[in-house]
Nanobody
Framework: QVQFVESGGGLVQPGGSLRLSCAAP????????IGWFRQAPGKEREGVSC????????NLVGPGEGRFIISRDNAKNTVYLQMNNLKREDTAVYYC??????????????????WGQGTQVTVSS
């Protein structure tokens, strides 16, 4: 089945920027709301940002608010997360997934599917 492939993570200093990519070969991006999530060791997974099937993106309250921008390129079947002004607390494995129950971002998630293996983001001096 279709599975996202995350990339673009790495080591960055506080205040720096990264752009993460979520490739989704074979997935029609217009069908689903697609989200970026993250999980740090010992912490619960949390949603970061969401982009609807219409291409409208929004950050979830808290993580990345005012600092991250979600976008997509339909021709490449890829969703991006531009992360600016990174903080140490942003250190986590970042994942993307599709909400197969809805096309629009509502602030709540339904059934999430097509999880990738994640990409590690480490913010440290």
């Amino acid at each position: 089945q279709v599975q996202f492939v995350e990339s673009g993570g790495g080591l960055v200093q506080p205040g720096g920027s990264l752009r993460l990519s979520c490739a989704a070969p074979g997935l029609e991006l217009d069908y689903y709301a697609i989200g970026w999530f993250r999980q740090a060791p010992g912490k619960e997974r949390e949603g970061v940002s969401c982009i609807s099937g219409t291409g409208v993106g929004r950050n979830l309250v808290g993580p990345g608010e005012g600092r991250f921008i979600i976008s997509r390129d339909n021709a490449k079947n890829t969703v991006y997360l531009q992360m600016n002004n990174l903080k140490r607390e942003d250190t986590a494995v970042y994942y993307c997934a599709a909400d197969i129950e809805r096309r629009f971002c509502t602030g709540r998630w339904g059934t999430l599917a097509y999880w990738g293996q994640g990409t590690q983001v480490t913010v440290s001096s």
